[in-house]
């Protein structure tokens, strides 16, 4: 049997954390397709199509599943779990939302958050905030998985996928979309950014995230916060990095103000290369990064930015 | 209305786990223990909806070990009114703890069950959705602002690109996140309160739930490690090693 992908979109593009999940589902050796489930995601359906190594793309397209809500997305994809011996979504708000239904519905234990697949029923994830990393098999039977897309590499090449309808079951009618606020950004989303530049408590006020923002258009990173950050009200929540926020792993991560609470660093552990700037030469970020600056950041980034702009950036 | 806020006995957040050296688990030997932080925010919020006359009665639940008693009795100290201990040892997973917590909604028939959105031990963000999945109820997960009325509750929740706001219809259940409330410290006097409180205790086996693990833990192990890297003086000398040493810039 095949493995099935929840697509990540947002009605109009595909996002990539669709194309890692993907690359993950091939691991486990089986035939890939892809569900797109949505509302007048025609062109989503279209954009996965052409990602490599998928066999089939299937499209649900009815109101019910514009935000995808939890509740319509369970009945979808329950019904369409006996094709499937592995489901899989990206660990985002929409996949952690969803998946655990399904995972209730079909009766076996979900594999949140894997890192790695050991086997096709074996694989690695992390807990304690990263702390450990736990190898689990799953039991015979149904594998319902969501993925950490910052461990998985988009398999290189180009597909062309057939896309197929399927029939959208009713909406249960007990919950309902109201409204939505989302953040506004010309900047790269902050879990595919190459380069993310982070503020922290250090920054004081939502006017000093200005100083990062001018080096974040220089070096076209976007931007991240810590918890303490967002707590408080200096940028919105979808800013936080951490265990208990957003994972990132770009080529660069600048810590700006940050201490390197354990919690924060779940977040952003895994990039390849970390910056730490922080006038307290004992904070813990430092234990972690690559380079550190021990100065005071009012002081530090303007520099850093008479710098770059001296460089041409 | 009555709010069942299922609360579970984790290592504090302050403390950095071991792994053990025969790579079973981690060392939680002599570590201090605490209750979940976004549970603390669920039982926050349960005492509001009362204070606010939302709700009469606030259930704390925990399934665990005999231990996991204390947890509960910080929830009665900051002000539940009783709680169930169903107890089990060794590691739970969320499928049957939701099949637990299902059973108990079942006799207590809550309008409002209010968990933590994960649990910082697994950090697995499973149970709440499992829990209304079986109930087939509606959720309102990684809730930022919560509003009841009659017959429904509007949650807004922190979601991957800002805030989301939905309608469900009670009974729900809810999932907290970090920015839902501050959680109130047990004063004294409520501590002492908590004592004569009631615990009802149970097994798994009174529900007709078997708690014991699906899936197999092969190893635990360490995660690669980070060194410190160096340290540079000027904020000109950061930008040159990370464009010509690093050449990420
Ligand atoms: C359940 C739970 C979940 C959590 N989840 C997350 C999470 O997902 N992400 C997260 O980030 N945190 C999380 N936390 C919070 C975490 O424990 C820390 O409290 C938080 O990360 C601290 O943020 P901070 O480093 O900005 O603030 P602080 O720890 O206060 O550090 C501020 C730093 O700024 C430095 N500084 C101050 N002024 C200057 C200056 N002028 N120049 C240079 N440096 C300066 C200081 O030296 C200090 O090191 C969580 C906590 C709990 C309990």
């Given at each position: 049997?095949?493995?099935?992908?929840?697509?990540?979109?947002?009605?109009?593009?595909?996002?990539?954390?669709?194309?890692?999940t993907?690359?993950?589902a091939?691991?486990?050796?089986?035939?890939?397709?892809?569900?797109?489930?949505?509302?007048?995601?025609?062109?989503?359906?279209?954009?996965?199509?052409?990602?490599?190594?998928?066999?089939?793309i299937?499209?649900a397209?009815?109101?019910?599943?514009?935000r995808?809500?939890?509740?319509?997305?369970?009945?979808?994809i329950?019904g369409?779990?006996?094709?499937?011996?592995?489901?899989?979504?990206?660990?985002?708000?929409?996949?952690?939302?969803y998946?655990?239904?399904?995972?209730?519905?079909?009766?076996?234990?979900?594999v949140?958050?894997?890192?790695?697949?050991?086997?096709p029923?074996?694989?690695?994830?992390?807990?304690?905030?990263?702390?450990?990393?736990q190898?689990?098999?799953?039991?015979?039977?149904?594998?319902?998985?969501?993925v950490?897309?910052?461990?998985?590499?988009?398999?290189?090449?180009?597909?062309?996928?057939?896309?197929?309808?399927?029939?959208?079951?009713?909406d249960?009618?007990?919950?309902?979309?109201?409204?939505?606020?989302?953040?506004?950004?010309?900047?790269p989303?902050?879990?595919?950014a190459?380069i993310?530049?982070?503020?922290?408590?250090?920054?004081?006020?939502?006017?000093?995230?200005?100083?990062?923002?001018?080096?974040?258009?220089?070096?076209?990173?976007a931007?991240?916060?810590?918890?303490?950050?967002?707590?408080a009200?200096?940028?919105?929540?979808?800013?936080?990095?951490?265990?208990?926020?957003?994972?990132?792993?770009?080529?660069?991560?600048?810590?700006?103000?940050?201490?390197?609470?354990?919690?924060?660093?779940?977040?952003?552990?895994?990039?390849?290369?970390?910056?730490?700037?922080?006038?307290?030469?004992?904070?813990?970020?430092?234990?972690i990064?690559?380079?550190?600056?021990?100065?005071d950041?009012?002081?530090?980034?303007?520099?850093?930015e008479?710098?770059?702009?001296?460089?041409?950036? | 209305?009555?709010?069942?806020?299922?609360?579970?006995?984790v290592?504090?957040?302050?403390?950095?786990?071991k792994?053990?050296?025969?790579?079973?688990?981690?060392?939680?030997?002599?570590?201090?223990?605490?209750?979940?932080?976004?549970?603390?925010?669920?039982?926050?919020?349960?005492?509001?909806?009362?204070?606010?006359?939302?709700?009469?009665?606030?259930i704390?639940?925990?399934?665990?070990?005999?231990?996991a008693?204390?947890?509960?009795?910080?929830?009665?100290?900051?002000?539940?009114?009783?709680?169930?201990?169903?107890?089990?040892?060794?590691?739970?997973?969320?499928?049957?703890?939701a099949?637990?917590?299902?059973?108990?909604?079942?006799?207590?028939?809550?309008?409002?069950?209010?968990?933590?959105k994960?649990?910082?031990d697994?950090?697995?963000?499973?149970?709440?959705?499992?829990?209304?999945?079986?109930?087939?109820?509606?959720?309102?997960?990684f809730?930022?602002?919560?509003?009841?009325?009659?017959a429904a509750?509007?949650?807004?929740?922190?979601?991957?690109?800002?805030?989301?706001?939905?309608?469900?219809?009670?009974?729900a259940?809810?999932?907290?996140?970090l920015?839902?409330?501050?959680?109130?410290?047990?004063?004294?006097?409520?501590?002492m309160?908590?004592?004569?409180?009631?615990?009802?205790?149970?097994?798994?086996?009174?529900?007709?739930?078997?708690?014991?693990?699906?899936?197999?833990?092969?190893?635990v192990t360490?995660?690669?490690?980070?060194?410190?890297?160096?340290?540079?003086?000027?904020?000109?000398?950061?930008v040159?090693?990370?464009?010509?040493?690093?050449?990420?810039?």
């Amino acid at each position: 049997m095949a493995s099935l992908v929840i697509a990540e979109h947002d009605n109009a593009v595909l996002k990539d954390a669709t194309a890692k999940t993907a690359s993950a589902a091939a691991q486990l050796g089986a035939p890939v397709h892809v569900l797109v489930a949505g509302y007048q995601c025609g062109a989503v359906a279209a954009a996965a199509a052409r990602l490599p190594g998928v066999e089939k793309i299937l499209i649900a397209d009815a109101q019910a599943f514009a935000r995808m809500i939890a509740e319509p997305m369970e009945q979808l994809i329950v019904g369409l779990a006996p094709g499937y011996d592995a489901i899989l979504a990206p660990a985002t708000t929409n996949g952690k939302n969803y998946m655990p239904r399904v995972a209730a519905k079909l009766d076996v234990p979900q594999v949140s958050e894997i890192l790695a697949v050991e086997s096709p029923d074996t694989f690695r994830r992390p807990i304690y905030a990263g702390n450990a990393i736990q190898t689990v098999q799953a039991p015979a039977g149904k594998k319902v998985i969501t993925v950490r897309t910052t461990a998985f590499k988009p398999l290189e090449g180009a597909g062309s996928a057939p896309v197929e309808n399927v029939a959208a079951p009713a909406d249960p009618g007990i919950s309902k979309f109201v409204s939505e606020e989302l953040s506004r950004s010309e900047r790269p989303e902050l879990t595919s950014a190459k380069i993310v530049i982070s503020g922290g408590r250090g920054l004081q006020s939502g006017e000093n995230f200005h100083l990062l923002e001018k080096i974040a258009d220089k070096l076209h990173a976007a931007l991240g916060a810590s918890r303490a950050a967002v707590d408080a009200g200096f940028v919105p929540n979808d800013y936080q990095v951490g265990q208990t926020g957003k994972v990132v792993a770009p080529e660069l991560y600048i810590a700006v103000g940050i201490s390197g609470a354990i919690q924060h660093l779940a977040g952003m552990k895994d990039s390849k290369v970390i910056a730490a700037i922080n006038k307290d030469e004992e904070a813990p970020i430092f234990q972690i990064a690559d380079y550190g600056l021990v100065a005071d950041l009012f002081k530090a980034i303007p520099e850093m930015e008479q710098e770059l702009t001296r460089l041409g950036y | 209305m009555k709010v069942l806020v299922p609360v579970k006995r984790v290592i504090d957040f302050n403390i950095k786990v071991k792994v053990k050296g025969d790579q079973t688990g981690v060392d939680l030997s002599n570590v201090k223990m605490s209750m979940n932080p976004f549970d603390e925010i669920a039982v926050e919020e349960a005492l509001r909806l009362r204070e606010k006359g939302n709700a009469t009665e606030v259930i704390a639940v925990s399934i665990g070990p005999q231990a996991a008693q204390e947890t509960i009795r910080t929830a009665l100290a900051m002000g539940a009114d009783r709680g169930i201990l169903v107890k089990a040892e060794g590691d739970v997973e969320p499928l049957a703890v939701a099949k637990i917590l299902k059973a108990i909604c079942e006799e207590e028939k809550p309008g409002l069950v209010i968990l933590g959105k994960q649990a910082i031990d697994d950090d697995s963000n499973q149970t709440g959705q499992m829990l209304a999945a079986l109930l087939g109820w509606p959720q309102g997960t990684f809730a930022h602002k919560i509003e009841l009325s009659d017959a429904a509750i509007s949650v807004e929740r922190e979601i991957d690109g800002g805030l989301q706001t939905v309608e469900l219809k009670l009974p729900a259940v809810v999932t907290t996140d970090l920015r839902l409330n501050e959680p109130r410290y047990a004063s004294l006097p409520n501590i002492m309160k908590a004592k004569k409180k009631p615990i009802a205790e149970k097994t798994p086996a009174d529900y007709h739930v078997d708690a014991t693990p699906r899936l197999k833990v092969i190893k635990v192990t360490e995660p690669p490690k980070r060194r410190a890297g160096v340290k540079v003086k000027t904020a000109a000398e950061l930008v040159d090693k990370l464009k010509n040493e690093a050449g990420v810039i």
